[in-house]
């Protein structure tokens, strides 16, 4: 059986620093003010969240820089995650856990502590920056019109979110969501997420959307060629054929 040899299993190191079971995600980044539904089937996995569950259940969540790993080892993992709590474990009849976590606050991964059943890390909580200058508040409503933009080129993104995001106050929170609803690469999320200071977070956030819907405009318009030369092409079989 698992244990810290010591009375509790989340101590203090030095200021923020404290101790949490690991989970490594694949293709998924989970940010901070958002709730997730995640599939779990590696056994240290459900181990590292059936510990959480058992205590204060509180949970760390960092991407692994290649998904295909199946046993990833610490240079495997993103330093930068976050510290999430578990809300709730079902486990399905194959034999994997649907877990419901919700994140809570960035994180920075301090060390590893060596375990056989699963990943144990002494984190550094990442404190948010709490005054907002001009310059966050002007890109706030530049990605505000963009992430508009987005979500009318592309299907997959609920309409609704918009006027969600567009009521969101808090700088850290609006960032978070946007960033955590848009369809991007693990790579991508990642770099938003591990962008500590809050002005630059939003510039990656709004080079990223830019960058999205350009490609989302270019996809479209071929798609309008390719439809206008099958037309073309059918109509001219049709015309033969007479």
Do not use: W
């Amino acid at each position: 059986m698992f244990s810290l040899n010591r009375k509790k299993p989340f101590e203090l190191f030095n200021g923020e620093e404290q101790r949490y079971p690991l989970l490594p995600l694949r293709d998924v980044v989970v940010f901070p003010n958002m709730v997730v539904p995640l599939f779990v089937g590696r056994d240290k996995s459900i181990k590292a969240l059936e510990f959480a569950l058992a205590r204060e259940k509180e949970i760390f969540l960092s991407a692994q820089k290649d998904a295909k790993i199946d046993n990833p080892s610490a240079k495997d993992i993103h330093v930068v995650g976050t510290l999430g709590l578990v809300l709730q474990l079902l486990r399905l009849p194959d034999g994997t856990v649907k877990a419901l976590i919700e994140g809570k606050e960035r994180g920075k991964i301090e060390g590893f502590l060596t375990t056989d059943d699963f990943f144990m890390v002494k984190v550094l909580r990442l404190t948010e920056e709490k005054d907002v200058d001009d310059e966050a508040r002007a890109m706030m409503r530049m990605i505000t019109g963009c992430f508009e933009e987005y979500a009318k080129l592309n299907e997959k993104i609920n309409k609704d979110l918009v006027v969600t995001v567009s009521g969101i106050e808090d700088p850290v929170r609006f960032c978070d969501t946007v960033a955590a609803h848009m369809i991007l690469k693990v790579k991508d999320k990642q770099e938003i997420l591990q962008t500590e200071r809050l002005n630059p977070r939003l510039e990656v956030l709004l080079d990223k959307l830019r960058n999205e819907i350009n490609i989302l405009k270019l996809e479209s318009r071929l798609k309008k060629r390719v439809k206008k030369q099958m037309e073309k092409t059918q109509k001219d079989y049709y015309l033969n054929e007479q």
